[in-house]
């Protein structure tokens, strides 16, 4: 990729990012996961709590290449995914900018977002494209894979996860180095991408959650280009 195209891409993304959020991010809500790129929201019509497994400290520690760069300091220390310290239908929006491919379990993920949404809440997805990101080279994650992460909060996966991750995005090289890269991201907790999709396969996952599994939500819109952004709104 030149630089003309990169500056492009991140150039439509922000301008894009930031008119969507104009449009439906309302009230007061959380995001997850902000770390040093918070979304853009208009502070006349929203509040933002921001939510993270980590204090700023730890963070830090956790990702060193981003200690030159100003982090959000989170209002609410808790798992992303159960957002255990969050109470149900409290939030007018939730935010999740690239953080759903970090999740070991996405159906739950999804589902305790809309636990703690009121009644037409917003949830705004924001999930890369693998195909324009260092994930380029793994498999997409299926469907199937997803209800099997469901029923077992993705522990069969995980050693499969770090082993994608280590040779088709670290490109490590030797079975003796890549077992000794997957134990250092474990034991250093290390948040991975641990699914990766097309734009095709998240639209067809979030359909089967309001199909198959009567999530109550109703997609009221969608940007794919990059990275595919989708507008849920709690019914």
């Known amino acids: ?40 929201v208009n502070k006349k019509q929203a509040k933002v709590l921001y939510v993270d497994r980590m204090s700023v400290k730890d963070l830090r520690e956790q990702y060193p290449e981003l200690n030159d760069t100003n982090l959000v300091e989170p209002h609410y220390i808790t798992d992303g995914e159960t957002l255990t310290n969050i109470d149900d239908s409290t939030q007018d929006f939730v935010i999740a900018n690239h953080f759903l491919e970090h999740c070991q379990n996405p159906i739950l993920t999804i589902k305790n977002m809309l636990r703690v949404l009121k009644k037409d809440g917003i949830l705004y997805l924001a999930i890369p494209d693998k195909r324009f990101t260092f994930d380029i080279d793994r498999p997409i994650t299926t469907i199937e894979h997803l209800l099997k992460d469901y029923d077992d909060n993705g522990e069969s996966s995980k050693l ?10 670290d490109k490590v090289q030797g079975e003796k180095n890549i077992q000794k890269s997957i134990e250092n991201l474990i034991n250093t907790d290390y948040s991975i991408h641990y699914h990766v999709w097309t734009y095709k396969e998240i639209e067809a996952f979030l359909i089967y959650l309001i199909k198959n599994m009567n999530f109550p939500f109703e997609i009221i819109k969608k940007s794919v280009e990059y990275e595919s952004i989708y507008i849920l709104r709690k019914i």
């Open 160 to 169: 499969e996860h770090f082993r994608e991750w280590v040779t088709f995005v």
């Open 1 to 40: 990729m030149n630089i003309k195209t990169f500056l492009y891409r991140i150039f439509f993304q922000s301008l894009n990012r930031k008119l969507i959020s104009n449009n439906f991010i309302k009230g007061t809500g959380i995001e997850i996961g902000a770390l040093h790129n918070p979304l853009f």
